[in-house]
């Protein structure tokens, strides 16, 4: 499938994988992917994010927030609902990264397993979460739907779209961004472009 990606689009997959190692974060997540993108300032992707009122350091921050406990996928909404019943999530996180490390809530990849007392290497899925994975594979789907011969990056930001329950997603449609309508205007842009 990467041979079909152009040179714009292959750029944006390396920094995703940048921007995962970079907040020490494993696998590659489709709000990589989204930070990707819009690092991109030349890529259609990122002119149609702009153009939508998207930024990258709101984005930045908000996937901060999701990602800031240790990967629990918690929101301020759920933080807020916890706060309520008197548990205080970020006490509790600080409490327990005091007493077991600061990646102590970070999710452990496992060692790979050995058979009959003979090591065996087992596939793990690489480096991309399987959201990322979905949204590379609808990337394709969405070029070959248009009949384009080539995945650039705004297939990308269509196939993060179309999957749409990732933390690219949910970043986005807490920054106000309707996502049917940033799907809209990447085909408009697509068409104008042509």
Known sequence: MFERFT??????????????RAEGQRPVGTEHLLLALLDDDAGLASRVLADAGVRADDLRERVRRHTVSGGAGLGDADAAALREIGIDLAAIVARI???FGPDALREAVPAPRSRWGRRRRRYLGGPFSPRSKKALELSLREALRLHHRHIGTEHILLGVLREGHGLGALVLTESGVDLDDLRRRVEVALRAAA
């Open 7 to 20: 040179d714009r689009a292959r750029g944006v997959v390396r920094r995703a994988l940048e921007e995962a």
């Open 97 to 99: 990264e005091e007493s």
